[in-house]
């Protein structure tokens, strides 16, 4: 059991465990789909499709937004994790935003955001990624910004957050900077 | 050009005798200053030897227009110069000078009462003094409240103005950039049909306190400016939805009360004045707040704005309305502090000013 | 940037900031103004120190730490209507500094964003405020040599390309018709680069709004010219003119209507010098 | 044209109406442009002798009304004058008091309602300033105003 995930907490939600994991060569993504669709509780995480993600920064901006929304009382979507995945878009509309930035039936790679709080803290590492591996069918590779760089589709990045052409993405650290302040703004600009 | 005469500072005692109509209220007040009892002590407090006022009150609905309220100020006028005198049971010769206001205000009442002066001045042969209206107001309530170098919210019928004291002058920092808070009120009150008796705003306070819902009105802070008249005109269209069929429901369905608009308005205005008031504060770094005006009466004001002060580790002081409304007895105080250092307004200059800024004034009594 | 730390923590009643953000992070705080207290903080909001940096090298680290400028709850206000305005009033001045960051202004950069805490997470500039700067260059320049006109050319040497980048980033701010509001010598920074030069920040976007009218433009510069004045009473003259030199060289960076607005600006500057801002302002 | 060459100059003095010296020229330049073609142009005239006890009087009431300046002197002007029982002109150099005095008003307006508006406010006017003669010269100190005594706050 090699241990390449990342597990952090944010400062302002000291009680909150936030676990980060990569799939590669997923083959099973139209299975996950169905199971996350028909309500399966084992599904509880939420799966982001890293073809729209620029870094871990990224990512972690969106939860951020998502647990801000939830301590207000005013999620837009039902629970913690369609609401990270719903944090993503820098739109107003939800089925768009589950559906651009949420993994697709063809996802051939899968990133996976879960939260441990109060009861069901996190036990034992191991434990979470076991029950993990076997929901997803596909190589868990170290998660870093390197290893999302080449799963990044920056055509479709462009187009999901309207960046115009004149705005070159090259730089990850200044794309990062422009889509993080547009999710932080979605609704308000 | 107002004179000034080079005068040591007076060691016997001084009296004076101040006329104010600026607005609506005719106000007759004498004071007596004491000298200080040695070089670095400070000046007893002053005594007051009488204070009597008499509004001219409108029917409900209806605003007082200058040339209606200069006939009033005429009819009373000299009988309350005579009243004061006998209640002050001073005579005539002690009075070292005549003060009245000069400006800012209305134009017809303010030159009603300057007549009456120049014709005392000139019978008793006592010096005549023009007042800054404002500047009366302010340093009234700094010689009432104790409270030594405050920042002043002015805050009445005719005035909104944020000021502090800076190199012998009161600066104004910040201002409405339309109508006066009191104007708001009183016209607010007009759209209700709120009786004038004792004053609109005052019966609009007492209808606040009951009210429950706060409704959404625009809040118009401009930098260190207020405007006022946008809240007007959305409150006004509000009362009449309401009153005219269009009933509005607070989120928990009850219906919107004139007692709930009048909380709304008040909340609403307070909480701007407090909030330009803070901005100066801040930036001249002091801790006193002085209210002054006829709306510094009103309690939630008072206690909002304490509110804030504390919270900055300072004190809001606030006079009652024998001080805070118009009056006279703040315009002989100004204008004695002005006499006691040389200051003498010639016939000629005593001309009366509807603009009279309170940032002109030279504050020869101060030189902290 | 930590020009108010005395006075800010001589000051005894400090509004609460929320207890899970005094505690997890250990924040200093900067100063108190009317409306906002600012904190520095070397804690990123949502990259905690845990995360080595060569996992996350693509993200916007900001060695210089981070400021917190949180607006507390007004507890004279009633609480519905404190709770819109700090909503509002934290929004607004994060999508100013976004919209800037867009068109290339140099300001700090947003980085997060809790509305109805009232907080807002942004780069902290490391450099001196442009107030500090210039005293420091007068005292050197004095050192070196006595005579007026070698420290004049000395000043035109050092302090002039600086007040003109600083205008030069005035004109882009106004060009896109926004408004700081509150422009003063302290709120402009000078962010030390890597090759050692100084890059012109503008910070503390509390009381900026969007306005098309070169009136409102116009008394942005009233303030700033003011605020030289009693900081740099010797010099004032001399350096506004600098400023206003770099303000019109580059404005609209040569754009249809840029010659236009400039001028407009400039004449209306004139009507508020004289009018003196409409009354009289202290400092 | 005349007409706004008065305005003219009414706006220019009142810039100057802060330093006392230009004061003083361009009022009495102003005076003597009004004298030749104010009484003259204003169709509607009226002159009233207001007679008082003494000197001192007449020339209290002189003194107090003539401070405030006239708002539209292109339709409502007057003059005033102290003139003694031998109708001569008095001034402020005699001191010892002549007895019975006239105050002689001159008034000219653009129309008899602007004329009947205007000498019904300086009666206004003249109406406190004999209150006080008589509150404050040996007059009564009691007052009633309609009959009803008056009440203070």
């Excluded at chain 2, 002066?117 to 007042?131: E, F, N």
């Excluded at chain 3, 108190?32 to 693509?58: C, M, R, W």
């Amino acid at each position: 059991m090699t241990l390449n995930h990342l597990d952090l907490y944010l400062p302002q939600f000291p009680d909150s465990q936030i676990f980060l994991t990569l799939y590669t060569n997923v083959t099973n993504a139209s299975t996950i789909r169905s199971n996350l669709l028909s309500g399966n509780t084992k599904y509880s995480y939420a799966f982001l499709d890293p073809k729209s993600i620029v870094s871990i920064s990224h990512v972690l901006a969106a939860v951020y937004r998502a647990l801000t929304e939830r301590a207000a009382g005013s999620m837009r979507t039902r629970t913690v994790n369609s609401e990270i995945v719903f944090s993503m878009s820098p739109s107003m509309s939800i089925g768009d935003g589950l559906k651009r930035f949420g993994s697709k039936d063809d996802s051939t790679s899968i990133l996976v955001v879960r939260l441990f709080e109060d009861e069901d803290k996190c036990a034992d590492v191991t434990q979470v990624l076991t029950a993990l591996d076997e929901i997803v069918d596909g190589d868990r590779i170290p998660i870093s910004d390197s290893a999302i760089e080449p799963l990044t589709d920056i055509e479709i990045v462009r187009k999901n957050y309207k960046i115009p052409k004149g705005v070159q993405l090259t730089n990850r650290e200044e794309a990062t900077k422009i889509i993080s302040g547009a999710l932080a703004l979605r609704g308000y600009i | 050009m107002p004179s000034r005469i080079q005068v040591p500072e007076p060691e016997r005692e001084t009296i004076a005798i101040g006329l104010e109509g600026s607005a609506n209220k005719l106000g007759v007040g004498i004071i007596r200053h004491f000298p200080r009892p040695n070089k670095n002590s400070h000046r007893p407090p002053a005594q007051i030897l009488s204070n009597i006022r008499h509004t001219y009150i409108t029917p409900p609905g209806e605003g007082f227009l200058p040339r209606d309220t200069a006939k009033h100020h005429r009819s009373y006028v000299v009988k309350l110069v005579q009243q004061a005198l006998k209640q002050s049971g001073i005579p005539i010769d002690d009075i070292d000078c005549v003060c009245f206001t000069q400006g800012p205000g209305m134009g017809a009442p303010l030159q009603s009462v300057a007549i009456a002066a120049r014709t005392i001045s000139l019978m008793w042969d006592k010096p005549l003094v023009g007042v800054n209206h404002c500047v009366g107001h302010i340093e009234m309530g700094r010689e009432i409240t104790g409270a030594t170098n405050p920042v002043v919210l002015y805050v009445s019928g005719g005035n909104t103005q944020v000021i502090a004291y800076s190199h012998q002058r009161y600066r104004i920092f910040g201002e409405t950039l339309d109508i006066a808070v009191g104007n708001c009120l009183d016209r607010f009150a007009r759209t209700l049909h709120i009786p004038n008796d004792p004053s609109p705003g005052y019966n609009i306070e007492q209808l606040a306190r009951k009210g429950k819902h706060y409704v959404e009105l625009p809040y118009t802070v401009k930098g260190m400016d207020v405007s006022m008249s946008g809240i007007l005109a959305f409150i006004d269209g509000l009362a009449n939805d309401i009153f005219g069929g269009k009933a509005k429901y607070a989120d928990d369905g009850s219906e919107i009360t004139r007692e709930d608009l009048c909380f709304s308005l008040q909340e609403t205005i307070f909480a701007m004045l407090v909030e330009i008031t803070e901005r100066a504060m801040a930036h001249v770094g002091s801790q006193q707040v002085l209210i002054v005006g006829g709306v510094g009466c009103n309690e939630r004001l008072q206690e909002m704005m304490g509110i804030m002060a504390r919270d900055r580790g300072g004190a809001v002081y606030a006079t009652d309305e024998r001080f805070c409304i118009d009056n006279g007895i703040m315009i002989a105080h100004a204008g004695l502090l002005a006499y006691e250092t040389g200051y003498r307004t010639s016939l000629e200059d005593s001309v009366c000013t509807q603009r009279f800024r309170t940032d002109e004034v030279f504050l020869a009594w101060r030189n902290d | 940037m930590n020009d108010d730390r005395k006075k800010a923590e001589d000051s005894e009643a400090l509004p609460a900031l929320p207890k899970y953000l005094s505690e997890a992070l250990d924040l200093k705080l900067i100063s108190q103004g009317a409306e906002a207290l600012v904190y520095f903080s070397k804690a990123h909001p949502y990259l905690p120190a845990t995360l080595s940096s060569d996992v996350i090298h693509n993200s916007p680290i900001s060695p210089a730490g981070y400021i917190l400028k949180f607006r507390p709850p007004k507890p004279y206000r009633h609480a519905l209507l404190d709770a819109q305005l700090t909503k509002h009033r934290t929004l607004s001045e994060v999508r100013s500094l976004y919209k800037m960051m867009l068109a290339g202004v140099h300001v700090p950069m947003f980085v997060a964003v809790d509305p109805r805490q009232g907080l807002i997470w942004m780069e902290n500039i490391d450099g001196p405020s442009l107030k500090k700067w210039i005293w420091g260059q007068e005292e050197e320049i004095e050192k070196k040599v006595s005579d007026e006109d070698s420290r004049l050319t000395m000043r035109e040497q050092t302090v002039k390309p600086t007040l003109v980048a600083v205008g030069h980033e005035i004109s882009k701010l106004h060009f896109m018709d926004m408004v700081h509001g509150d422009l003063t010598t302290s709120n402009l920074v000078l962010r030390r680069k890597d090759d050692g030069s100084l890059e012109p920040v503008i910070i503390d976007f509390g009381l900026s709004q969007q306005s098309t009218l070169p009136e409102d433009k116009a008394v942005d510069l009233y303030v700033l010219e003011r605020a030289f004045i009693s900081t740099h009473p010797m010099h004032a003259e001399e350096y506004i003119t600098w400023l206003l030199e770099g303000y019109l060289a580059g404005f609209g960076q040569g754009k249809k209507t840029a010659k236009f607005k400039a001028r407009e600006i400039m004449k209306k500057l004139e009507a508020v010098r004289l009018r003196g801002r409409k009354r009289s302002m202290v400092g | 044209m005349l007409d706004a060459a008065h305005k003219k100059i009414r706006v220019f003095t009142n810039h100057f109406t802060y330093s006392y010296f230009s004061q003083f020229c361009f009022y009495s330049f102003q005076i003597a442009v009004f004298r030749i073609t104010e009484m003259s142009v204003l169709p509607n005239k009226l002159t009233l002798a207001i007679p008082f006890q003494n000197y001192r009087h007449a020339s209290l009431a002189y003194k107090a009304l003539s401070p405030d300046p006239l708002l539209k002197p292109d339709q409502f002007y007057m003059e005033m004058s102290v003139i003694s029982q031998d109708s001569a002109l008095v001034d402020d150099k005699h001191e010892e008091d002549i007895g019975a005095t006239k105050l002689v008003v001159e008034f000219a307006g653009a129309s008899d309602r602007v004329l009947r508006v205007g000498v019904n406010g300086f009666f206004e006017s003249l109406g406190v300033i004999v209150e006080c003669f008589n509150a404050f010269d040996g007059g009564v100190l009691e007052s009633v105003v309609d009959g009803k005594p008056v009440v203070f706050e």
